[in-house]
C-alpha cells in the first residue's frame, strides 16, 4: 500500500485554473490529435461550464469549484479538513475539527493543500491541460497498446512551470477512439525508462464531459466522480 501512494504522489504537474487558455505548441501533429481527443471528451465548452468536481483520490475527498478556484480536502489520515483558494491561497485549516491558529502553520498547510490537489486533479483532469501556458507538447511516434490498437504518442513537457517541471510524460492516444488509454511518467526529463507506466480507461460521462475513472492496478483513483452545477456554499468555508 504505501508504494501505491508513493506512485500516485510522484505525479505533481501543472493546472492554471479552472478554465482553459489554449496555447498550442507549434507542433501540428501533436495538436490535431489534442483536438480529436477534446471533441471526444466533449468539447472545451463543456469543460469550462463544468462548474463542481468531487472525486476521492488515495485517502482523500476533494471538492473543486472550478469557476473560483475554491476547494475543499478531507483528509481522514491526518484528521484534516483543508479549504484553501489555489488561486489566491487563502483559506483556512482544521485539525481533529478545530480551527488551527497558528498562522505559520496554517500558511503551510495550505501550500500542502494546493500541491495536493494540483496533484490529484491531475490524475483525472489532465487530458484538458494539454494546451495550457507553459505546456510542451510534442508528437513522438505511432505506437501499439496492449491491447494491439494502434495510438499516437505524445511527448509533455513543462517549461519552468508547476510543481515539477522537471517531469516529463508519455501520452498514448487511441487513433479510433482518440482519448488516451495509457501514460508514461518520467520524473526526469532525460530519463530513458519511465518511472511507471499506467492505463487510462473506465472513461465515464461526468455531466457533459467524458472523464477516465480509476488506474487499474492501483487502489488510488480517481473514484467516486460526480459532476455537480450547484453545491452547499458552506463546504468551503467551514466544518
Known amino acids: 500500500m504505501k508504494n501505491i501512494f508513493k506512485v500516485a504522489l ?22 490535431a490529435v489534442v483536438k480529436q481527443m477534446v471533441t471526444a471528451m466533449g468539447g472545451m465548452e463543456n469543460y469550462d461550464a463544468t462548474h463542481f468536481i468531487q472525486w476521492d483520490f488515495v485517502n482523500r475527498k476533494l471538492l473543486w469549484n472550478k469557476w473560483t478556484g475554491d476547494v475543499r480536502i478531507e483528509n481522514p489520515s491526518a484528521n484534516q479538513v483543508t479549504l ?22 496554517v500558511n503551510g498547510l495550505l501550500e500542502k493543500g494546493k500541491a495536493l490537489w494540483i496533484n490529484d486533479s491531475y490524475w483525472l483532469v489532465m487530458p484538458w491541460k494539454l494546451q495550457d501556458p507553459g505546456v510542451n507538447l510534442t508528437y513522438v511516434k ?17 517549461n519552468a512551470v508547476g510543481v515539477t517541471p522537471e517531469n516529463k510524460y508519455w501520452l498514448y492516444v487511441d487513433k479510433e477512439d482518440h482519448l488516451i488509454k495509457q501514460w508514461a511518467y518520467y520524473q526526469n526529463f532525460k530519463d530513458s525508462e519511465p518511472k511507471f507506466l499506467k492505463p487510462w480507461n473506465n472513461y465515464q460521462k461526468a455531466g457533459n464531459i467524458l472523464l477516465s475513472f480509476d488506474r487499474p492496478n492501483e487502489n488510488v ?5 460526480t459532476v455537480n452545477t450547484k453545491m452547499d456554499s458552506s463546504l468551503f468555508t467551514g466544518l
Open 10 to 31: 510522484l505525479v505533481i504537474a501543472i493546472i492554471f485554473s479552472g478554465s482553459s487558455v489554449l496555447a498550442q505548441s507549434n507542433d501540428k501533429k501533436a495538436n
Open 84 to 105: 484553501v483558494n489555489i488561486n489566491t491561497l487563502k483559506g483556512k485549516v482544521y485539525e481533529n475539527g478545530a480551527l488551527v491558529q497558528d498562522e505559520t502553520k
Open 142 to 158: 505511432t505506437d501499439q497498446l496492449p491491447n494491439g490498437a494502434a495510438a499516437d504518442v505524445l511527448q509533455l513537457t513543462f
Open 221 to 225: 483513483g480517481p473514484k467516486n466522480v
